[in-house]
């Protein structure tokens, strides 16, 4: 009997993780974990050091905004929102090939609240073959996502554990 592998990713703004699901003969879920994407970007920016925009930096700097232009500083926040971005593409590139390599048509990703927005503007080109949801997973291991209710509830397991 062949089984079914249903494709997870569970992501957010620090990595990507793609799990296989299938059914065990008992009818539970079991989730294998696949290949795994993380952040470079969220270490690029020094912490301490201001970051600066418009040749600011620099002075006389052709660049700068007028001739006594005092330094912008790009703020904290901003730097996020950018790091998020590209992250976001690096995701959809990532999951282009994930979904090519494994031969599947769609796959199920739960992106962290903050991090669903901005993932959802740029999987532009993928967008048809990922159903997004709203979830805060990433932190799960394999068997405790197999055991999450929203997995259990879209997969289906056939019946709870009970483990005690």
Do not use: Y
Not at 30 to 35: A, C, K, V
Not at 51 to 57: K, R, T
Not at 79 to 86: C, G, Q, T
């Amino acid at each position: 009997m062949a089984t079914t592998t249903h494709w997870i990713i569970t992501a957010d703004g620090r990595g990507a993780h793609l799990f296989g699901c299938s059914h065990l003969p008992s009818g539970d879920l079991h989730l294998e974990p696949g290949r795994s994407l993380h952040n470079a970007h969220e270490e690029e920016h020094e912490r301490s050091r201001p970051l600066l925009l418009g040749g600011a930096e620099r002075r006389g700097s052709v660049a700068r905004s007028g001739a006594h232009a005092a330094p912008h500083v790009v703020s904290q926040g901003h730097a996020d929102e950018e790091s998020l971005r590209r992250f976001a593409r690096e995701v959809r590139t990532w999951l282009a090939a994930a979904i090519d390599e494994l031969g599947t048509d769609r796959v199920t990703l739960f992106a962290a609240p903050q991090f669903l927005g901005v993932l959802r503007t740029e999987l532009d080109t993928v967008a048809s073959r990922v159903d997004l949801h709203k979830g805060e997973l990433t932190h799960l291991r394999a068997h405790e996502l197999a055991a999450h209710p929203e997995i259990r509830r879209m997969f289906g397991a056939a019946r709870t554990s009970a483990k005690s």
